[in-house]
């Protein structure tokens, strides 16, 4: 260390009447800022009754530590900051301050229940899940794990699939899209998914070729291709249709809706069909 100071060791204790998780997070993010000195961080969870807060200061007072906290019971927020005053004991209220704000703005009281930022948490991960799950069987791969997908979408190219998988996604849906060739047979491993989970997207043949030819000019390939050939469009379009008919698929019409309809048509088509709904779906 510069000038040859001592390092000290600093006690300090994350204190929640919940998992810790939310109150963890933060102090990591603030003693990031604090490399010269050595930081010996303790997460204690579920503490919930006055007898447990008194053991924390028991334990922090014998090592001069710092007790940060989230509590939702303004009576246990009230317990520690008396505690931490007679035992010269720092403490710092992370959710306190903020609750109480809330509180005064929106002229409501707090819950008060513990573990509700832990469910947020949880809801946060559940769709990073469905996003990651999504990005993996995007585009016919992954067609192994299909089977555990909540939506399949079908389609032929440019049929709007990717980007209402990742719209569905972010609403934590877990989706697959597999696209439909001309002349192919869907892949086997679709007989895995369950029927009331597939949906099928179709498209205009003018407004496929339109959207077809925008992306080819942005990826500057050469012209003339079968991707943009208004017959082979129109023979793809109606291959993919019959199929789909065929199949006893159900078909959505994307021609000219936003991302956010084509989503919100299909949340209630699997609504309808299946019974599987995340969160409120718009009508």
């Not at 469905?130 to 069987?137: E, K, L, N, P, S």
């Not at 500057?220 to 199929?243: H, K, N, T």
């Amino acid at each position: 260390m510069a000038g040859g100071q001592k390092e000290y060791k600093r006690y300090v204790f994350a204190v929640s009447d919940a998992t810790g998780r939310t109150c963890e997070t933060v102090v990591l993010a603030a003693l990031s800022q604090f490399k010269t000195t050595q930081i010996v961080l303790e997460t204690l969870s579920n503490v919930r009754t006055p007898q447990q807060v008194h053991e924390v200061f028991t334990r922090a007072a014998a090592v001069n530590g710092v007790v940060i906290y989230t509590m939702a019971s303004p009576e246990l927020r009230h317990e520690i900051t008396e505690l931490g005053r007679l035992n010269g004991v720092p403490t710092v209220d992370i959710l306190g301050p903020v609750l109480t704000r809330l509180s005064d703005l929106l002229e409501i009281s707090p819950l008060a229940k513990p573990g509700l930022f832990h469910q947020l948490d949880q809801d946060y991960f559940q769709r990073i899940e469905a996003v990651d799950f999504t990005i993996q069987h995007d585009d016919g791969r992954r067609l192994e794990t299909i089977g555990k997908a909540e939506i399949v979408l079908l389609g032929v190219s440019r049929a709007s699939k990717t980007p209402v998988s990742i719209y569905l996604s972010y609403r934590g849906w877990k989706v697959a899209n597999v696209p439909i060739l001309l002349g192919e047979e869907p892949p086997a491993e679709l007989e895995a998914v369950d029927p009331k989970r597939i949906v099928a997207l179709t498209i205009q043949p003018k407004r496929l070729e339109a959207i077809r030819r925008e992306r080819q000019i942005k990826l500057q390939a050469g012209d003339g291709s079968a991707y943009v050939d208004p017959e082979a469009i129109r023979r793809e379009a109606l291959f993919a249709l019959r199929l789909f008919e065929r199949k006893g698929w159900p078909v959505l019409d994307a021609t000219y809706k936003s991302i956010e309809e084509t989503a919100t048509e299909v949340m209630r088509l699997i609504y309808a069909r299946s019974g599987l709904k995340k969160g409120n779906i718009p009508y």
